[in-house]
């Protein structure tokens, strides 16, 4: 062993040991003849000194050492004469007796502190020096203790950790696959999987009724922001139970997380919204709870007032914004464009101002008396000095903006603190969505979701507008404004998926082109079963306090696909090409 | 939840419990009047009774049941008339009062049982009812229960788990990668990773001195017998550390393995071989040493007797079989084309039978005395009633052929006991390999294995015998005869690692095309360090005392690399095709 302490682990009743240290320069100057070194490894930074009367080959030594040398020394611990209580290490530094420059660094293209100089692109390909930085040590030393918690609360739950395959078969359902072609089957593919749904679900019908994996997913999708084609999920689940026994079991999990992760205790139990509740309310289905800032549906009191805009639409909403009735014209009508952007959608806004002196002002003044406006803020439980914001249109679509609307308002307010958590369920989830376009119902989940058994007699109805109401055993574990998982109970019983399909408008032989290999290992005694997966990439990123999920990964790759550090991928040899029997149709 | 109690709970304590149990229906019997059914889950096998005198309707239920029928049962605990004490749960019977079906299912093509019935091909295909089995069951079980002491074991010795990338790049050298096609980047490809070497290799030069993971491996080779195209690795690195730290640590582990998992304690330190020994006494460079039968040399003994097949050869070595002397001529010939045959590729067998009256006999007794057979047989420490088995050859090739007839003679006689654990580290394997026919050096292992440090000069002499002499700082961990893992120290000093190339006849320009991302990275200050991975199907394996890995993973392929339950690979959609930019060179 190379030492036989770490940078992070000596203390003042160390004191006077003869320590062996290895690490990397953080730093090296000089100040009144002595050198003083700081060297870093996982756990810390110790300071070391090289003092004014020491040997001058060991001053050499010291002085020649640049930033990022790898180097080895032994010494003495000594009281430090200036303290530094930020460091663990702060009381004590290494007198050195000496140094071992164990290898040597070319000068990093930035600097590795806690912020760094060097921009995206840099960082990227030189992720190996981007690594040593300490926020990306955090993220990933706790990206390792939420995975070993979560393995040990299933383990201690009964669930086997199954690994499933990777190389399976691609499916025509859902988002693209990465396939991988085999040369041991000529013109034959592979798909990788974008979940092991299928493989979790033979595990239920195989009888191994607790399933957990920490499992790689891909999905060959066109990327979005913090999106990326291969990511991590804890997949989980289990036979013989109801909702309720799903829920109990994995809101116990991130219980235990918060707290031995975190140390932050949440309700016991937590939170459960209906999606109804969820959209009315929050206008979306992953609604941030940390500050309320309802919205409220003001339809009746908005309309018959001659104001046309309001008159001609279904639905009319608004958000209380607390102190804000000082806000300008032009802050105002910025706001108005922000909401008029496409992303949004918005028609326009409305606005009624609560002033301090209880007068009210609004941009629908012509039609409506101040008795009127005071009615509709006392509605939104708006008070004086809150900004009454109007959006109409659609239901569902202008709860959606003033959803949207509301968080943008919340994190300007900072009222979206990263280190609040609050945590909860969305259930209720509509079974069935309708198409106008192509006139027909999708399954809002897939086809495999079961109704509430409550609303078997409603599934089995012919009227579009029961259908509509039937609800799915399905639920969403919502964080902070992000759905962190989500799942169901799947159909276990043929009657019932038959009708699905049926209700689906997909025929014998579609379904059996499409769902045959599962629907036929069904038939031999497939248990009631139902799981979940959380997206772990963005658990991890939540509990760090970040929104992006791209430092909690080690290797993450780009917008483009592609790994820059490695710069994959990549053209391959011809013979490789050959050999799997493919040609690129490219055109050079 | 759909039941109180597991299958393989309830016990005499237990009785006149109302219990509500769920599972399969492993067999159901009518007996004078009453119904026994045998019911089954993840965790064992409770019997059920529905008595004669039970209402019409609970009967008849009762009668209806298949088997692999899915249902869930009320009832209460009673004691059974006639316990049965191979069962946990053999000491009670639930007298039932209520049976739910929660799903019938079709007769199963194979019996589901300890043994099957059915042969591999058809279980294959059925994979989900196959993993009903008890056998397979305790597979996966013991699976999650390695996987799980791993990782706390490593994680109480500060290793982090960080997960590398699985869309990687194609390297040049190597085994065959699987590729996969970019749609984002047409015309370019990731590939699987045959291994994280690479990746865990640069976390050391991040900083993370501590890494595992339990990972994915891919390696696209014509499939031998027990070979998966896909497979997972226990990967592990260290930084600052020597030889001796790593083995230190990961048998460590592996005690800690036989200990938790299987109760068996193995010797603290664990034996040490080097490569040398292990060829020269086993003939292999993963001896079995569950048991003796070593090989000895008796090339001097044995040339110069006027028997020109030893005299014109350069090596003649002998193993002794205990109590083999009575073996008859039939036995012997058979014995002789065994050791014939391509696979094995001896030129003959020579005997040498100890009689138990003192006398000798032996198919060369025309050149030797029978003094100077016994001389030979005490040698090879062969004693009355023995009988020797010698070949001869070039040195290491009938070192390995005595070694694989040695393994085959042991299992004859039971000495391969799967229930023994006999680990053991190798080291000192040799770091060059010289090719007669490329008259050049090849790496061992790997050209980034580190030379041992006091064969550095060795290392750095122009004289081929010097060369050949240095050893390596690398080790395998072997089990009963199978490599279950291996590392090395990597060479972490860009002068070592240039002399390296120069020793493996690699140019600047081949080492930079070939390696220069790494050693780029290198350049930045890389720490000393090393690892190792453990293969962890066969350990999985072993430790269940199988030799093949086939049951320890769920979802295995076949030999073509095929999954014939989900039918994979398969071909694509000409659209897949398209977007991907790649066209089938299969004649059709």
Redesign the interface.
Known sequence: ???THTCGELRISDVSKSVTL???VQRARKLGGMTFIDL???YGITQLVVGADAPEALVESANSLGR???I?VKGTVVERQSKNPKMDTGDVEIAVSDINI?????T?PFTIEEQSDGGEDIRAK????D??RAPL?RA??L??RI??EC?NYL?AHGF???????????T?EGA?????????????????PQSPQ??KQ??M?????RYMQIV?C?R?E??RADRQ??F?QIDCEMS???QD?VLAMFEGMMRSLFKNVLGVDVPNPLPRMSWYDAMDNYGSDKPDVRFGMLIHEITADAQGHGFGVFDSVPYVGAIAVEGAAGWSRKELDELTEWVKRPQIGAKGLVYIKLNEDGTVKSSIDKFFSPEELQAIAAKVEAKKGDLVLVLCGPKRKTQTQLGVLRLELAGRAGLRDPKVFAPLWIVDFPLLEWSEEDGRFYAMHHPFTAPKPEHLDLFYSDRKEDLERVCANAYDFVLNGNELGGGSIRI??ADVQERMFQVLGIGKEEAEYKFG?IIN?F??????HGGLAFGFDRLCALFGGQETIRDY???P?NN????V?????????QV?M?????????KQ
């Open positions: 062993m190379y030492r290895a690490g990397w870093r490894d996982r990022e040398f790898v080895q164990l290898n040597k660094s070319l990093p030189y992720r190996y020096l690594l040593r040590k990933l030393e990206r390792h995975a070993h393995r383990d086997l950790e199954i690994e499933t395959p990777y190389l399976i078969k691609s025509p693209r696959d990465f396939v991988v072609p085999s040369r041991m089957n000529p013109g034959e593919f592979y798909a990788l299928t493989f033979l595990l019908v195989a009888g191994y009724d790689r891909f060959d066109d990327l084609p291969e991590t013989f139970v109801e026994d276990h019983n290999f290992a038939k031999f005694g497939a248990p009631p990964i080690a290797f790759k483009q696909g592609r790994d550090m490695i710069d994959s991928p990549s053209r391959i040899d490789q050959d050999e799997l029997c493919l040609a690129s149709t490219v």
